[in-house]
């Protein structure tokens, strides 16, 4: 049977929420062997109420990664609504997984209701704090600090704030109800508590972030927690434990939630029928600030090691991420640059990594006055310019829709692997494919390392294709537009190197003068496209014929003039008669009512010897009516 599986569509990789979601996933994938991928963005949304908002361009390449889905071969999708920051995602991919037979579950996103359903709910969990409060403790002054007024999550735990305490006959009091928008205008928040003189038994907040900047502002006021005052959080991030005292909490059941998620696949695949909207339930954690757990009781003997394993960390992706910039400084092509990505691998503990860009931007091939319409995102195709942990050489090009250059589906055992975008500004770079060791691990550092390699790289791309730009600008200046030969300025800027190749080889140079013959009857009697197709074979006679690295310059109307270096002196000639060559065997073949020939004069003299190329290329203009003045009696070029 074939292996089945589950994409993940996320946004931010950090341990305290989603990565622990896709932990309880990872968990039974790997129990059921079934194949997971995750779909990664890694900017998050702003603040509820914030000012800032992200750029468009932002918005645009961080959402690109979910449009790398596979629907073909994905057999559940596994949506973190809330944490997605285009709303248009989450339809956009229900839509789609809809039309192919895809089940798609949401977890912990009241607001985007889909087939299947997994709700956290902050409403029940923030109920077991001000339960435990009140029926545990006895208590009926309880404070509340919430987020910002209007959001949902501070909306449901204020309301169950309010529900517990309706329950139990205590006055619900506006003057005990502030917001803290989530961070540390909690100090402020619990400075106002205090300096009312109303002290309550103990303050619920709605945020574990926000109950540290309570304490610390209790703290710093002489009051003692829990003995004075009680203070909760909300979250269960890891710090709950290390501060002091240590944070009576309620976590929601991040993990239990991607376990049920696939559990509720498996029910799908088998045929079961399954509840629309699951409720997973939240777990009370009772610690020091609420006087459960007395100072003691519960000692984390690890937590100064654990601090100073924390600040070696930072120090080395400190230390990669500067490695990662000078290498980028000193980066002559993409190869170079993309092998700093190796340190990063090493310092996140990857299995394998994969830099996947679009070939449009690792091949320059746009021309002066050639702009892109409309955003361009994943290509069909893609170059696999880095590999970390494969075998898989630089530039080798695959399908986006085997995610990676290597069959990553049907290996032995069912693979975890995750996908993020790389883009600059306005432009879609590509995705790095990821196989990570473990879950934990991700979040801001690594959005960090992948960002700065984005930024690396797209100025490194901007500055190839300015490159590029100027060549082709450079080009326009000295090249002639309509035989791609140089033009005069061209060839003043290029004639002393030649001389200096010339008696670097210690050969001769030759100067030769070309005039299209009969030009103007050509122009006269068939038009003057007719005349730019004779010119346009001349250049082309002539280019195809002289050595590599002469000069080839179209300097009027009919007129050329080309500079080379060559080892004989008797080498002129057979030039000429190339030139000669090429044309009768155009005229043989052309079927056109005129004839196109040139006549050629030529100054040569040994490199040694020169003293004025103006003198050769007057010398080498006289040879040249000389010679057109003996042809003009005997060759018929109209007929």
Sequence with gaps: MKRKTIAVCVTGFNWENESRIINGIYEQCRKFDINLLVFAAMVRKPEFNSEYSLPKNVILGETEIFELINYDTADGIIILGESIIDENVISSVHEKAKARG??????????????????????????????????????????????????????????????????????????????GEFWKKAYECTEDII?????????????????????????????????????????????????????????????????????????????????????????????????????????????????????????EFNYHLITLNTIFANAENSAELYEAAHDGAVFFKLKELYICVCPDVERVSKTIGETEK??????????????????????????????????????????FYAFSS?????????????????VKGFGDFFATWLLALS???????MQNDLKYVVDELENLYIRDPLTGLYNRRGMDKLKYGMIEQARSLGGFVTIICADIDNLK????????EAGDNAILRTANAIEASMPKGSICTRTGGDEFCIILSHENEDDVNRFIEQIDKFLADYNKISGLPYKIGCSCGYSSIHSDRIVSLE???????????????????NRAIIQ
């Design 102 to 179: 895809i089940p798609v579950i949401n977890i912990n996103d009241p607001g985007h209701k889909l087939d299947k359903n997994i709700i956290l709910s902050d409403h029940i969990a923030m109920e077991f704090i001000v339960r435990h409060l009140v029926e545990d403790h006895g208590l009926k002054k309880i404070n509340f600090i919430g987020g910002f007024p209007g959001n949902i999550q501070t909306e449901e735990r204020l309301s169950a704030y309010k529900k517990v305490l309706s329950e139990h006959g205590i006055p619900i009091e506006e003057s005990r109800i502030s917001y």
């Design 195 to 315: 300096k009312s003189g109303d002290i309550p038994e103990a303050i619920v907040c709605a945020s574990d972030t926000m109950a540290f900047f309570c304490m610390d502002c209790l703290k710093s006021n002489g009051y003692s927690i829990p003995d004075d005052i009680i203070v909760t959080g909300f979250d269960g991030i890891s710090d709950c434990e290390a501060y002091s005292p240590s944070l009576t909490t309620a976590r929601l059941a991040f993990q239990e939630a991607g376990e049920k998620a696939v559990e509720i696949f498996a029910d799908i695949w088998n045929g079961r029928d399954t509840d629309d909207t699951v409720y997973v339930n939240s777990v009370l954690f009772r610690q020091q600030s609420c006087g459960c757990v007395k100072p003691g009781d519960k000692v984390r003997f690890d937590f100064y090691s654990e601090r100073y394993g924390e600040l070696n960390t930072y120090k």
């Design 374 to 415: 409309g955003y361009k995102g994943i290509s069909e195709k893609m170059l696999s310019m880095y590999s970390f942990g494969g075998n898989v050489p630089a530039g080798t090009e695959f399908r986006s829709a085997d995610y990676a250059p290597e069959d990553i589906l049907n290996g032995e055992e069912a693979c």
């Design 422 to 438: 790389m883009y600059f500004k306005d432009r879609y770079i590509g995705y790095v494919a990821y196989q990570p060791s473990k």
């Design 455 to 461: 930024n690396n790289a797209g100025s490194f791309y």
């Design 521 to 528: 009857p050509i122009n006269d009697l068939y038009g003057h």
């Design 615 to 633: 003198n050769m290329m007057t010398l080498a203009d006289e040879d040249m009516y000389r010679v057109k003045a003996r042809r003009k009696t």
